[in-house]
Each structure stands twice: as C-alpha cells, then as structure tokens.
C-alpha cells in the first residue's frame, strides 16, 4: 500500500480548502438555495463581446497562440490602461494569463524563494497567502480595520518590513471588503516603500468598479513606483467573463520575462477564443461596463441600507460588488452565522474568517445578484436574525 500521507506535498497538505468554495459547495447539494456567495456577475457576458468569440470559433481560431499572448490583445491592453489608468505600458511589458488567478500565482513564484516574506492585507482574497506558501515564501498578514475604512496604513507596513521581505500585495478595491485606496492614501504607502527593493503586486482585478465619482488610481501611476510594481487586471468582473478565464500583468521587464518562463512551462497560453473576444471588450464595450457599474452601484447601496437597517453594522464599500456586514451583536461566529443561516433559511453567504481571522465577526455578501434576488435574502437573513435573537 503506498503512503499517501509521506507522499503528497507538505505546503499543499497545510493549506486550507477555500472557504469561498466550503459553504457554496453544501449550498449546492441543498433544494432551495438563494446564493450570495460567489464573486460572479449575474451579467451575461455582453454581446459584442460573445460574437467575437463565436466568429474566432467559426473562422477556425482554435491553435495555440503566443505564449504572452495575441500582439493585438497584449496592445488592446497597453491602450486600455493609458485611457483608462493613465499607465503606459509596451505590449513587450505585457502578459495574458489563464484569469487574473494565473496571473497573481506568476508573480508570487517569479520572486518568492524560500523564507522570503509576502506582506498581506486581510481581510482580502483567499489565493494570496496559500500562493505565497506554495512557493516557499512565508505570508505575513497585515490587519485593516473597520475603523480605518479596512484601508491599509502606511504605519503598518514600515512595521511589518523586516530583511526577509520581498514583496507587498496591494488588493484594492478590495474583496471581500469593498475598500478603496485613494491617491492621497497610495501615496503615503509609496513614501515608505520608495528606496527599498520590496515589489508591489497589485492586484486591480476591481479597477472598473470603483463609485463615488473618482476613477481608480494605481500605484504604479505615482512617482518611482511604476518599476517596482506588477499590476494584475482581467476581465472576469467588469466585463462578467468569468467563464472566459482571462487576465494580465503588466509590469517591469525583468519580473514579466520570469512570470513568461514560467507561464510556458505551465499552461503555454491562455484560451485562444477568449483573447480575442477580449480585443473587443476593451476596446467596443465601455457602455456595458458602465451600465453594469451603475447597477452594482445601486446594489450595494441597497444592501448597506438593509442591513444598517437590520442592526448589522455595514461598512459601506466604495469598490468591488461586495459588503461585509457586522455579525457580532449575534453572539455567533462567522462559521455559526454562515452554517445556522444556510440550514435554517437556505441563504448561503460567507463567513470572514475565510478571507483571513481579521475577518471573523463578520461576513461576506455578494451584490453580483439582480435586485429580486437581493431582497428575497434580506428578507429571509432578517428573519433569522429575529430568531436568533428571541433564543438569545
């Protein structure tokens, strides 16, 4: 009999399931579930976008492209970040990857070798610390706080630094928290970092869904930070692609020759359908992405209202399409809420915790969902809340 247990990876045996995927998996094997859990538009990908895909399909653009990807798309991207970002880059400085995912992963194992230090602010995404462990590297988290807007302060990264690290991952607008780092804020983060040989992978996957009237700003757009930073986009949620799986990075040429090495190595290229309805995306469907935005903008005003509303605390996101509402009066932790709610009123949400232990006391809440949909959970989320309080 062999021996597993000697023969799997040690960092792949310590990392945790998703917790994202944990309650959306139960949910899925339950009748009458309401789903507020997944990061995935309720849009369909918009047509032009589609017929694109389907005409490539048609005319037979079914090979291999390009390791880095089609030259049109890499430049289609360079040209989107000018006019929307203000960030020049070369279709040379330029790499379409399996989703922004794929993307995230490169850059962490083009730089990371054992013991090298990976500063991560949580609450945030699920893949960047287990990413950083598979390659050897050691996550260390930095907490954002509510009463900081969940924003990260320069105070807390010149603490964090130590000889060993080697990167910073800057995830805003932020998921699973919905906030934004303003120029004046990226700016004191920058004062620190300016000087040292510690890389940015920002993670701008939201960039489109940033309200309130200002456009997102980069980091790489400030003074000397630029060439110590790799911006990673895609087109999963402004352009409701998921399905599509496609993303880049754009970024310093060194760092972007690495993640190309290694890129070849593990999937060759990125779906040749996918990249080139993407040409279109960015450059014939602005009007779509707004429409979306202006929708998701009503979405999440409407939740923070209903849960303030509830009781539940809600900071209100100025990015992303999620709110992360307060659950602490309950007296239940995350998991409790999550797994009690889920059992007794089938509404599947995300417990904080799984988005790092800052998070525990709160959960997560998806406003990718119409306004039916919406508001048919709230109804069944306040009445468990009643409940749960006549018990208490």
Not at 246 to 251: H, I, T
Request: a neutral charge; glycine letters at 8%.
């Amino acid at each position: 009999m062999i021996n597993y247990d000697k023969l799997l990876s040690e960092n792949g045996k310590k990392i945790k399931p998703s917790g994202i995927r944990k309650f959306f998996d139960i949910a899925a094997t339950m009748d009458n579930i309401i789903s507020l859990s997944l990061g995935e538009p309720d849009f369909k990908t918009p047509w032009l976008i589609r017929k694109k895909g389907i005409l490539a399909l048609e005319k037979g653009k079914t090979q291999y492209t390009g390791n880095a990807g089609i030259f049109e798309l890499r430049r289609a991207i360079c040209t989107y970040m000018k006019r929307r970002f203000e960030l020049e880059y070369s279709p040379d400085d330029t790499l379409v990857t399996v989703g922004g995912s794929e993307a995230i992963d490169l850059a962490v194992r083009a730089i990371v070798n054992p013991g090298d230090e990976v500063l991560v602010p949580e609450p945030s995404f699920v893949c960047y610390g287990p990413i950083v462990e598979l390659a050897g590297g050691v996550a260390v988290p930095l907490i954002t706080k509510v009463e900081d807007n969940f924003k990260l302060t320069p105070q807390a990264v010149k603490q964090a630094i130590t000889p060993r690290t080697k990167a910073l991952i800057l995830p805003f607008p932020n998921n699973p928290t919905g906030a934004v780092m303003r120029r004046d804020e990226l700016e004191k983060i920058a004062a620190v970092l300016r000087g040292t040989e510690i890389l940015i992978v920002s993670d701008e996957i939201y960039a489109e869904l940033t309200y309130g009237g200002e456009r997102h700003v980069s980091i790489a757009e400030l003074s000397e930070m630029k060439e110590r930073t790799v911006v990673i986009g895609g087109f999963s949620k402004a352009f409701a692609m998921t399905g599509w799986r496609l993303g880049w990075a754009c970024g310093p040429a060194p760092v972007i020759d690495l993640m190309l090495k290694i890129h070849q190595y593990a999937v060759m290229c990125s779906p040749t359908i996918s990249q080139f309805a993407a040409i279109t995306a960015l450059s014939e469907c602005d009007d779509d992405v707004k429409y979306m935005v202006e929708e998701y903008d009503v979405r999440r005003r409407l939740c923070v209202k209903i849960f303030n509303d509830m009781g539940l605390e809600t900071f209100t996101p100025e990015g992303a399409f999620y709110v992360f509402p307060s659950i602490k009066r309950t007296g239940l932790s995350s998991q409790e809420f999550c797994e009690k709610l889920l059992k007794e009123k089938r509404i599947a949400v995300t417990p904080g915790d799984a988005f790092g232990q800052s998070g525990e006391g709160f959960i997560r809440v998806s406003c990718a969902y119409s306004v039916n949909h919406l508001l048919t959970a709230m109804k069944r989320i306040e009445e468990f809340l009643n409940e749960t309080q006549s018990l208490c």
